[in-house]
């Protein structure tokens, strides 16, 4: 088998553990929670999952992505694994702690102080999820998918589950504190409770189902190797900590910056709306699960430049025709969430587009883990962030909640540029500029005319069928290497 088409075939399997279960959260969630929920409600979900996108990075310490180094360029996988393990339980608790212990004042800080249970609850969804993250890693480094797959899926099942459970199925009865006889301590106004509860039980049982994985390490630390591992991981941290920025705080810039007595309320609009986009978002976030851990094994090989480059036009194809086929049938698409939501629908071929260069700085960026220059990382991330930052204060207050998409898009573009620049000192690749130059062009064209003129049904499937001929023609060879 060809090695794109290895890679392909398991970016689709952890698709299964990556994007599906999300997927599925959408599909289940996003439009049951926009037609549940109110948008001030939707906006502190919104908030409040952007800092703890923020946050688990800190809790990680990025040891899941040291560890894909040393367990593969060194003789004692098992000691990177239980020194990291160990460091991130111990780093973890202690986080934990110091949040829970201060989960008003926090609270006060990010939403209300009348939140401080939020805060307390996801503290304990932080250092579960950390605790899973090595587990995780090990899973994609032994190549058992399917199991790392399973595992996700029950994650948003049970998420789903009890979330439908308290909000729909309880509040239909007569006497919603006694469920059949048993106790569920259900109580009126407290939907975002629920939907809150739902992930902390979650993640939970995803910890206790990775037990297996947690007793094959040995909780000690050998210090030497774990020294490395921080000194390669300590600049990932500003990486995760501008990538939540970048990706997820333009909800916290809608609700700060705008000038606006119901900014809450459009962020949560604007949260509802961008989980159409994140459809993209969720397609680079499995194509990176799986190439980060293919991208090692193949570093050594003589053509593994070339594979690089071959996988770059292959991704920006796959995803260029997601951001063709969701833009054009964007009406078809917003019905997947509530009708109050889809008055900020504008951003949603932005924030498109967005997630498809960040697909791309997946892709361009690899340089830096695989020279173990992550420091480099660092700096592109910061810069993101920083133009982010600016981005939103500069535009938010002149042209409103639309302004955080644009600012998502220049970030990533920006990253992109610098990314691609500054690896072609360290790791040249012959990426093929002029072919993904055309395709970009080519699908840009086609939606600008189609939202242009207002084409019908017919003729938009037409287009996306131009794309995909002109693509087969093309590169009908990316498959066969």
């Known amino acids: 088998m060809s090695q794109v088409r290895k890679l392909a075939g398991e970016t689709f399997i952890y698709g299964m553990g990556s994007i599906l279960p999300k997927v599925l959260n959408f599909l289940l969630l996003a439009p049951y929670l926009t037609r549940v929920l109110d948008k001030e409600n939707f906006g502190i979900h919104g908030i409040l999952y952007a800092y703890v996108a923020l946050f688990i990075s800190v809790f990680t310490l990025r040891l899941e992505t040291a560890y894909f180094r040393f367990a593969t360029r060194s003789n004692h996988p098992e000691k990177a694994y239980g020194s990291a393990l160990t460091a991130i339980i111990l780093v973890g608790s202690i986080l934990a702690l110091v949040i829970f212990s201060n989960a008003q004042l926090i609270a006060s800080w990010l939403t209300s102080a009348e939140d401080a249970r939020y805060v307390k609850w996801f503290a304990m969804i932080l250092l579960f999820d950390a605790i899973s993250a090595l587990p995780f890693a090990k899973l994609r480094l032994e190549n058992k998918a399917l199991k790392f797959s399973a595992i996700k899926i029950v994650n948003v099942l049970v998420t789903a589950v009890i979330i439908l459970f308290y909000l ?53 630390i050998d210090r030497t190797l774990l020294k490395k591992m921080l000194i390669y991981s300590s600049p990932l941290i500003l990486v995760g900590v501008a990538g939540a920025i970048n990706q997820v705080f333009d909800r916290v810039f809608v609700s700060k910056l705008l000038a606006s007595s119901d900014a809450i309320e459009t962020a949560g609009a604007y949260n509802g ?45 796959t995803g260029l025709l997601v951001f063709m086929v969701i833009t054009l049938f964007l009406d078809q698409a917003m019905y997947l969430i509530g009708a109050e939501y889809r008055v900020v629908r504008d951003i949603v071929p932005i924030l498109l587009f967005a997630y498809l260069f960040l697909g791309i700085y997946y892709n361009v960026s690899i340089w830096y883990k695989l020279k173990d220059k992550t420091y480099m990382g660092a700096m592109i991330s910061f810069s993101g962030a920083l133009v982010t930052i600016i981005a939103n204060i500069i535009l938010i207050p002149r042209i409103g909640y639309v302004g955080a998409a644009w600012s998502a898009l220049i970030c990533y573009i920006t990253m992109v540029t610098f990314a691609y620049f500054s690896g072609k000192k360290h790791l040249p690749i012959p990426y093929d500029l002029r072919g993904l130059s055309i395709y970009l062009l080519m699908a840009v064209v086609m939606v600008g005319l189609s939202l242009y003129f207002k084409i019908n049904f017919i003729l938009k499937i037409i287009m996306i069928l131009l794309f995909m001929g002109y693509a087969i023609w093309k590169d009908r060879g990316l498959l066969k290497i």
């Open 273 to 317: 709306a961008a989980k159409v986009a994140v459809i993209m978002s969720l397609f680079a976030t499995a194509f990176n699960y799986a190439a980060e851990p293919f991208f090692f094994k193949s570093f050594k090989d003589e053509d593994s430049t070339d594979i690089y480059a071959y996988v770059l036009k292959a991704f920006t194809i």
């Open 168 to 220: 729909t199925i309880i509040p239909g009865f007569n006497n919603p504190d006694s469920f059949f006889g048993f106790p569920f301590y259900y109580s009126l106004g407290k939907d975002l409770d629920y939907v809150f509860l739902a992930n902390l039980i979650a993640s939970a049982i995803v910890l206790i189902m990775l037990i297996p994985e947690l007793i094959q390490a040995k909780l000690t």
